[in-house]
């Protein structure tokens, strides 16, 4: 089974930065492609980012440029860096990773728990 475990959420100030990891193990054959996704209070949860592991990218238009996510594939890690930080990006961030198994082979995906991002004012 597959677990992914985020870090390096918390408090920064508008217009500041932080950074994301997120790392899968278990047994798995290989990783796909892994995303960020976010949700605010009281919004329904979107996709922030996603990065497939030949490096292909796609980023939620109101992040492209502030957002930057890469991979670690030797170490099955995810990453997003977040720059120029707006109140309105405050949001439980949630990784995701589409895998395949060991034997027999299936395609599947898991969520980590999430880590909260807050951006005062």
């Known amino acids: 089974q597959v677990q992914l475990v985020e870090s390096g959420g918390g408090l920064v100030q508008d217009g500041g930065s932080l950074r994301l990891s997120c790392s899968a193990s278990?047994?798995?054959?290989?990783?796909?492609?892994m995303a960020w996704h976010r949700q605010a209070p009281g919004k329904q949860r979107e996709l922030v980012a996603a990065?497939?592991?030949?490096?292909?990218?796609n980023y939620a238009d109101s992040m492209k440029g502030r957002f930057t996510i890469s991979m670690d594939n030797s170490a099955n890690t995810v990453y997003l860096q977040m720059n120029s930080l707006k109140p309105e990006d405050t949001a439980v961030y949630y990784c995701?990773?589409?895998?395949?198994?060991?034997?027999?082979?299936?395609?599947?995906?898991?969520w980590g728990q999430g880590t909260l991002v807050t951006v005062s004012s």
């Open positions: 278990g047994s798995m054959s290989r990783i796909n492609a």
């Open positions: 990065m497939s592991t030949d490096g292909g990218t």
């Open positions: 995701n990773a589409a895998y395949i198994t060991i034997p027999p082979y299936r395609y599947l995906e898991v």
